[in-house]
């Protein structure tokens, strides 16, 4: 298997850069398209967005919360809905990778690789879909933390700017989602994936209870989780901060927002976009 | 620019560990013409298909297809190409209509166009009554169809077909050999795998016989024919009696010994110039007062080329299964 001389030629060599660029984005809108109309046809691919978030609010809320006293006397409602912004972005990793081993195991990649499209345009146009839909996990998300009780106490500025932090840190995490997807070899796999790998890390994070009760090697682990920065980020936002851990990414947890989301999305896009030139040559 | 040959392939070698799905293929295929790749399972047709269209690199060997090499000016040749697979690669969710404007835009038509590039296919393959339903409740055939129309979207130069018609019934076969015929026409190269012998001889004008990654004959349908022998007279005689009398007349006429089948009540020998020679062995057999149930002259069919070939029949082929 010779993978070091891989072709240089993208979809469409000997054009100018920037026309390959505009064409590789235009053929990736039509690919973000296909898979949101696909949605729209089945949209039973939305209950991890929209069902799953409104029962974790709900169960955290009346059962969990009901037992979780904040050191400062905060509403948990208040803590929770923060947290759970941070966890459902994040949850766009497995969605994306369940989303392109499904499109991988089908013939249709085929014909996909064999048109003159860039080759980055699969990937990009599952994440800008998966994008889309985290804009409905945002709204659901708000609407159900309205309904119990939340606010967005600083006003609709800061909560913007939250949204925004929210939807490029989902972003960044649907490009490591793809990297699984290129590296699994079925929806089932992408599927148990989540299980095993994503939900202990989004519970070894601030999202649902602080950190400062945890033995003391997991409250680092959970400090650094860019899951808590989010988490942390739009508690500064709406309103609802407790007490913040004296590390870096909880007492500048925008910046940590920013810094985590480009950092993964320039290690995570490029081993994609090679993984699948490698996956799809064999 | 026309090259003289839209396809070259020169030793291509592909392993998957032990196996070697092809070992050392060469294959020209002239511009504007229709070659069948004809073959068991596991004989390397696929794989041949996955190479020259840019989907898999050979271990070894080259090729080049429109003039381009398939390796190093991939991008040059998936726009010279269109494909249609074993399987279909239609989104399922997505109706034919959409599935048609998508391959379309991504071929860079603009919306306007794509759309009507669409519905032109959608009537020419009989799809246009289905075009506005999910692909997943169309039947087999209207896959296949839709498949095929997929590939043409672009205007293909250069079109491979896998296997275009296994599993079809009859009337989408005729279809998508219709389909085939009028592209060929029109000027397109057409390079199709198929393990049905009469659908290579009905469509194809050169046939590659391929095996065990290698191509080990090719040539029209009749030269391939003529390797395995000329026309053969046969006859069926009423009663058992009249079989000595029906050999007789027939060693007369034939170029070799005649073959008599006593239980089928046969007789059988090669005769050049068949036709023209049947009006005389007729009058003869008349004059020795031979009654017969049958007379004809039986061509040698392609499945005897390949047992001839290759020493085993064609539909068994080996248990290897196609490398995908």
Redesign the interface.
Known sequence: M?TASL?V??????EAPLLRAW?AL??SW??A??SI??IV??PEQLIDVTVQPVIFVLLFTYVFGSAIRLAGGGSYHQFLISGMFGMTMAGTAPGTAVGLTTDMS????????????SRA?VLAGRTMSDLATQVLGIAVLAATGLAVGWRMQHGIGDALLAFGLSLLFAFAMTWAGACAGMLLRSPEAAQAMGFVVFLPLAFVSNAFVPTQGMPGWLQAFANWNPMSAVAAACRKLFGGEVATPPVWPMQHPELAVLLWSAGLIAVFAPTAVYLYRRK??? | MREPYAIEADGLVKAYGPTRALDGLDLQVETGSILGMLGPNGAGKTTTVRVLSTLLRPDRGSARVAGYDVITAAAQVRRAIGLTGQYSALDESLTGRANLVMVGQLCRLPRKRARQRAAELLDRFDLAGAADRGVKTYSGGMRRRLDLAASLVARPSILFLDEPTTGLDLRSRMVTWDAVRALAVAGTTVLLTTQHLDEADQLAGRIAVVDRGRVIAEGTSAQLKAKVGGERVQLTVAPPSDLAAARDVLSRHADGPPNVDPGQRTVEAPVTGGARRMPAIVRDLDAAGVLLDDLGIRRPSLDDVFLTLTGHAAESGTSREEAA
């Open positions: 010779t072709p030629t993208a979809g469409t060599a000997g064409w235009k053929n039509v690919l398209r296909r109309t696909r046809r089945e089908a013939g249709l990649i085929d014909r996909f690789r064999s048109l003159p499209i345009a799809v040559l064999r």
